[in-house]
DNA sequence: TGCATAGCTGCGTACCTGTGCAGGTATCGA
DNA sequence: TCGATACCTGCACAGGTACGCAGCTATGCA
């Protein structure tokens, strides 16, 4: 099986067939893409703790979450328009409050394993 | 139950009892730190194209991930430098070949679930 | 109709990080 | 011993990103 790439096709390897697997299990270059942005969003702690409050405890406020963090408010609001736009959380209008919930399967899946070996 | 710190305890919540449990959720500031940075590991496609390739394939070689990833040796190098700081992976030299392979469990779990989803 | 609260936005700054280039070290074959 | 290969390191540049501040809109209460 030849996958390396025809640019790359004459470059000397060590493992010849080690390099097709690895080709083959990076898979499509998109899919790495998609999921780096997805690891990007949990990379800071700031936002992590957000996700984390988001994950377990359902829908709340911005400065509920600015309290929780000890963030200050357009902080958190910033961090949740990033999210929002990745389509990760959603936030529903109460009045004059937005309560926030964690809406995207793959993320809360990921958060799930962070949360496990908690205190 | 009190868990709002001290220097926000005057700030007006909007679900009192939400911040608690979202406080909770959060944990310890360092447990959030130390995830966030595993997760910032895999949050550049590169890295972590190198990540699925070592997760599926085993030990392989530098040059032979620069191959299979497109990079350069010495952007492979410094990725690689990084993910051994980080306790990711380890390399092993045989003769003039370092092979590295994934240790970090954690970090395998992880691949796991971006692995799934792939074609 | 004021006035405080809840949330959002834009801007500027400082910082971090990925990337490429040049050069260095160590191992193997001729 | 000479050269090629495999890998590593340091440095400088560009790009992105988090963070704080000031100011804005909108809702609810008195």
Same mark, same amino acid.
């Given at each position: ?16 067939? &080690? ?13 790495? &893409? ?9 990379? *800071? ?27 200050? *408010? ?29 809406? *995207? ?11 496990? *070996?908690?205190?």
């Amino acid at each position: 099986m030849h996958l390396v790439p025809a640019d790359r096709a004459e470059r000397r390897t060590i493992d010849g067939h &080690r390099v097709c697997d690895a080709i083959a299990a990076i898979g499509d270059e998109a899919h790495v &893409r998609t999921w780096a942005d997805r690891f990007s969003l949990l990379a *800071d702690p700031k936002r992590l703790a957000l996700l984390l409050a988001l994950h377990r405890t359902g829908p709340l406020a911005v400065s509920d979450l600015a309290i929780a963090t000890g963030m200050n *408010d357009p902080a958190v609001s910033q961090a949740l328009r990033l999210l929002r736009a990745a389509g990760v959380v959603t936030g529903e209008k109460e009045g004059r409050v937005v309560r926030y919930r964690l809406v *995207d399967d793959d993320t809360r899946l990921l958060l799930k394993h962070c949360a496990a *070996d908690g205190p």
